[in-house]
């Protein structure tokens, strides 16, 4: 990660952190925290010391893709202790509620909650938090955008038009909050069957790294859509530790070594 100026002041939780980079995308299911996680665990093997904050309050995924369950503790009643698995520090709305409980919640809690969860969590020195944005350009990831001093955002789509035209809405947003986009990520880039290695472009191919050309971003990287990267992840164990020498483990690592 190159050094990044931060806009605005933060909070003492956020005070020690020097890069905060949130990955984004214009929709759900593209596999946004799965790259989140990854590139997360990426960057720690990289030998930075990293935190990750799931702002994907209503659909937090963070606790079983990084194998951590419990709740945080809280010293003094106001802070929070981060959680902690294979050496990355973590915080989500999912170590707060019941994994089965919705949050049902309106824009401001959502908002609440956010800068809780930067400020008022103890992460302690890092180079780089990042943050797994919450789906799409509503009230949340505007004021994500706006309040936090986010270092730059990191855009995954999958290769077909449709999440690529979700995946342009979001890329907007953070430029008219002049937010870095430090690049995009095609993530199902192809198809690898297991059993024969075949590939077969399941979503097209390609699409995130012409958008990426067309608008003058950097393409940080493709991943395809594999089987063990979900079992992996699902597992809480994700692929980037679980199986470094992985080819897969070793995209998510290059992706890590652009941003
Ligand atoms: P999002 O955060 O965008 O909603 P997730 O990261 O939760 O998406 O991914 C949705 C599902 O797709 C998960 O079950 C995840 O394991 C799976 N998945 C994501 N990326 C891949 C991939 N490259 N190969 C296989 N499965 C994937």
């Known amino acids: ?4 100026p931060q806009k605005k002041e933060t909070g003492t939780g956020a005070a020690e952190i020097r890069h905060i980079i949130a990955v984004a995308s214009g929709k759900g299911g593209v596999g946004k925290s799965t790259t989140a996680v990854n590139l997360a665990l990426a960057l720690k093997s990289l030998g930075l010391a990293v935190g990750m904050m799931d702002a994907d309050v209503f659909g937090p995924s963070q606790p079983r893709m990084m194998g951590i369950s419990g709740r945080p503790a809280s010293d003094d009643g106001k802070t929070l202790e981060p959680m902690e698995n294979f050496g ?3 915080m989500s709305m999912g170590f707060l509620v019941a994994e089965d409980q919705p949050v049902v919640w309106r824009g401001p809690m959502v908002m609440g909650a956010l800068q809780q969860m930067l400020n008022d969590v103890n992460w302690g020195p890092l180079d780089v ?6 789906p799409g350009t509503g009230d949340a990831q505007l004021s994500m955008s706006q309040n936090v001093p986010l270092a730059g955002a990191v855009i995954v789509s ?5 999440a690529l035209l979700d995946a342009r809405k979001g890329l907007n947003m953070f430029k008219k909050v002049d937010v870095p986009v430090l690049g995009l990520i095609e993530n199902m880039s192809y198809f690898l069957c297991p059993k024969c290695g075949e590939q077969s472009d399941i979503f097209g191919h390609g699409g995130a790294r012409d958008e ?3 608008i003058g971003a950097d393409f940080l990287g ?8 979900r079992t992996t992840s699902d597992g809480g164990n994700p692929i980037v530790v ?6 897969h483990a070793k995209a998510y690592m290059a992706i890590a070594e652009k941003v």
């Open 212 to 214: 990426a050309e067309r």
């Open 129 to 134: 938090l990042v943050v797994d944005m919450p």
């Open 242 to 247: 679980s199986d470094p020498e992985s080819a």
């Open 222 to 229: 493709e991943i395809p859509l594999h089987m063990d990267i």
């Open 158 to 162: 999958t290769p077909q038009d449709i």
């Open 1 to 4: 990660a190159q050094p990044q």
């Open 88 to 90: 990355v520090k973590s």
